[in-house]
């Protein structure tokens, strides 16, 4: 009589081989769960991958499956062609079929900020352009999973006006480093080669604290000096890029969360996005400090804040990490004022603030 397995051994066998799979895949294996339907599953197996994930960094198995897919995509043929792949900018919707790769000869050469320009000069002078119902100001607000209550708070705090139209797009677990996550720069490039922004809003660098790994596949340890070179030399390459794209771009700071290690993480990332910015010009890259808002500069870790009106506002989600969609609303309300400061607005429309 043949040995049968007993339904413990065959889910253990099971168990085991996709947790041995899910190691290769690594950071990677965020994708697929990140598009699941179910809000509360996908909230239970996105700290699963995530932790699995740092196993993988742990014990160098979680680049596998981006080197293994990039050496077929090289040998093909299709790494010049990323149009073909639903996941190359990791969207949850299907890429157009008329999306054209990236290379420089496809792309209108003409940055919108050149655009701008030329409009200036052509229609207007050396007159400032101005923004009303007619010429409404187009701002596009991007980065991490945290920029959805920035996204969703801004939207809250300009309702329905057509004075301002405002795009936002939040990648969860997105970063300046993580492009097998999603290809940001890429991204940019295709959003504004369809239309023109006046400005951008982006916050990314929650998810960077991570090590990296070279051009030889060798892992660079984080707190090195040697990551930080390549971690502000890829910040450059993207911050360059946004420059080229926006005329003028609002850089997010990191926000404070509960815990303490991670605080500290957050510190050292902020800092190194403070010596990035330096470099460039203040009025077209503008650093933006979120802590400064909120908590409060020099204040210690919060969850509310009272409000003018006596009332107080929950700014902290439950994970001690992300924002309410009011915490977002009740910060962007600074950067909405600053906006409304540097560009020139002919009408004026009523501003929601959070309750």
Known sequence: MKKRNTPNAVMFSFLLIFFLWSLFCGSSLWIPVSRLQNPHLKSILLPVSDAIASVGDYLGTTDFYVKWKNFFLD???LSAHPSWDTRFYNQRNKIETDTVGFDEKEVDSTSPKEKVEEIILEEKGDKPVVYNIGNPFKLYI??????TSFGNG???LIGDTPIIQATHLGIISSGFIRDEYYTWGAKLKDECSKKSYDAAIFMLGMN???DITDAEGNPIRR???EWNDIYIRRCTELIDTMLSLFPKVYWLGMPMPKS???DENLKIIDGLHDK???????EKLVRVSVRDIFPGSGQGYAESVVMENGKTLKVMGTDGIHLTVGGGQYIMKKLLDKILTDFTFTESFP???PE
């Open 75 to 77: 040998k093909t043929g």
């Open 142 to 147: 991007f980065g991490d999973s945290q920029i």
């Open 154 to 156: 801004f939207k809250r």
């Open 208 to 210: 960077d604290n991570i």
């Open 223 to 225: 707190r090195t000096e």
């Open 260 to 262: 303490k290690t991670y």
């Open 276 to 282: 990035i910015a330096a470099n460039y010009d203040s």
């Open 351 to 353: 501003i929601t603030l």
